[in-house]
């Protein structure tokens, strides 16, 4: 069915990439304190520097990728929508 595998291939399109960004985020941070520790160190505030404002981001970073897939979820729900409303009309 053309439509189930539009379906899946839009899921795709959104869950790979957004796997990809967020796995690349996390490891960002040891990554870049192991390799730039003066970098990190780097005060932005009062002693909050920039490794606590990164490990920071990541929370909003996760809140941010969970809406942005609601918002997606949404449209898949209606591509099932279709696609059910096409298996009724079979029977």
Known sequence: MAEFKALLAAKRRF????????????????ILVGYAPEFMKTQVFGVVNLAYLFALSQFFMAW????????????????????????????
Request: positive net charge; hydrophobic residues 60%.
């Open 64 to 91: 941010i990728i969970a809406a942005l897939y609601v918002r997606a979820a949404g449209r898949f729900d209606g591509m099932i929508g279709t696609i059910l409303a096409k298996l009724k009309r079979r029977r």
């Open 15 to 30: 869950i790979f990439p957004a796997t990809i960004f967020f796995i690349a985020y996390y490891f960002a941070l040891p």
